[in-house]
C-alpha cells in the first residue's frame, strides 16, 4: 500500500533524558499539533529528529529510543551536537526565522551555518530516500528543510513531492537580502506542489521565483527545466472535533476538576463582573509578548474602571531558549510582568497571572474555556492555530477573540476583533468592546467562526494539499508525454 512520508524537523514527541531515564513528551507548535492528527489517522510515517543528540546516546540508549519512535509510527534523524548548533539554533532560528517574519536586524548571515544547514538537509534527504517504495508520496514541512524538496527530486524525479511552509513567505524586498536566495528557491522548487498558509505568502514566493530566477509564472504555476510545479494556499485548521470535544467533556458536570480549574473558578466566582483575559503562545519575539504587557498596562491607565475586576492570564511556553534574542525577549517579560503587577496589584488582585511553562492538555482547556477573552496578537504569525484552538472550544458560544491583522489566520476570521498590534489604542479598545460586548453579538460571531473552522478542518486542510499534488502529477505526466 503506497505512504505518504510526513518530513519535519521535529517529530511530534521529543524525547530527553532526564535522571539517566528517557523522557517522552508532545512537541509543541503549530506544526506538530496540526500534523499529528494527519498522521494518526494515515498510514505513513513520519521522519524528523528526536530531541537527543547522537553524542547523547549510547548503542542501548538508541534502540530503546528507536523502540518509542518506531511505536509512535516515526523514523528518526540522527543530529549530533554540531549539527544542532549550526543548523537548528544557527540557520534555521538565526537567519531563516528572523528574516521571514521581518526580523532583519535579527538576521545573521554565517557560511559555516550555511553549510550545515545544506549537510543537515542532506541527512533529512538520506533518511528518506531509504524509506522511499515505489509509488510513495513526500510531504516536506517547513524552513529547517527548504532544500530538501530538490536533493530528494535529484536522485528520485519520480517520487511526487509536496512542501507546506509554516510560516509566512516575506515579501521581496526583504527575500532579496538573503545572500542564499537562489539556493533556497531552488530547492523549493524541487517539490511539484508548494502550499502556503494565505495567498499573500504565495504571491510574495511567485514574485521572488521570477525576479530573482527570471522564471515563467503562468498564474500559479511555474516552469522549471522539464517540469510544472504549482503554488497555492491551503490555510491550515485545527482538530476541530478533539478541541470541541475536549470542552463539552471538561464542561460536564460528572468530569473531575484540575487543581488549576479549581483557582480559576474560585476567581470568576467572586462576582459577574470578573474575567479572564488570556494569552497563550511560544515565548517567541514575533508574537508581540511585550507589546501586549504594556497595551494591557495602558488599557489599566485609560479604562481604570476594570481594576481589580479583569486579568490577564499568560501562558508563555519555553522556546528556543538557547537563542540570544529568546533569552533577552524571556528577560523583558519577567520585568514587564513584574512592573506592572507592582504598579497596579492590590491585596486582593494581581493583573497579570504568568506561567512560563508548557501545560498539559487538559489544562490548556481548563484556560480556553475559562476565559472571557482570547488575545492573540503577534506582531508577524505565519497561521495562530492559538486562536482557532479557542474558537473550537466556546461551546457556549460566548466568548471574544481579539486577533492581530498580522497572523495568517486574520484573513479567514473576519468575526473576531481585528487589531493592529503596533497599536495601544487599538488594544485598549478591542478589549474595552470585547468585555462589553452583548451576548448575542458574541454568539453570532462564534456561530459563524466555528461554522467555518469545523467544515476546514486540518483533516480537510491535508486532504485538499493531497489531492492538488495527486493532480500535479498527472498535470505533470501529460506535459511529459507531450
Ligand atoms: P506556533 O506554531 O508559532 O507555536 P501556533 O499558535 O500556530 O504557534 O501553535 C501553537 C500550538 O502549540 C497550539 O496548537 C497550542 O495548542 C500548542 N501550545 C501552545 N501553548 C502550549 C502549552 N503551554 N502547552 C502545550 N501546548 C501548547
Ligand atoms: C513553529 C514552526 C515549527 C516549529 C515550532 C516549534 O510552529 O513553524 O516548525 O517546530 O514553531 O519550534 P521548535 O524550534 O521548538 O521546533
Redesign the pocket.
Known sequence: MNKTIIV???LPLQISIEQDKLNVSP??????TGMKSVHAEGNGVWVGWSGITDEELDASLKKEVNAKIEKEKCKAVGLTEEDLNDY?LGF??RTL?PLFHYFLEYSEFENTQWEAYKRVNQKFAEVVLETIEEGDTVWV????LLLLPQLIKDVRPDVTIGFFL??PFPSYEIFRTFPWREEILTGMLGADLIGFHTYDYERHFLSSVKRILRLDVNFNEITYHDRIVKVDSFPMGIDYNKFHEAALTHNNPDTNISELQKRLDAHLNEGDDKKFILSID?L?YTKGIPNRLKAFEHFLNTYPQYKEKVRLIMLAVP??SNVPQYQRLKRETDELVGRINGEFSTVSWTPIWYFYRSLPFENLIDLYTSSDVALITPVRD?MNLVAKEYVATRTNLDGVLILSEMAGAAKEMNEAILINPNSFEDFATALDKALTMPLEEQNNRMKILQKRLKRYDVEKWAKEFLSTLEDTNQLQEIVVSK
Open positions: 519535519s524537523n521535529r512537541s509543541v507548535g503549530g506544526l506538530a537548528y534555521s532560528n526565522w514541512h517547513d524552513y529547517q509554516h510560516i511560544r517567541d522556546s528556543r505565519g
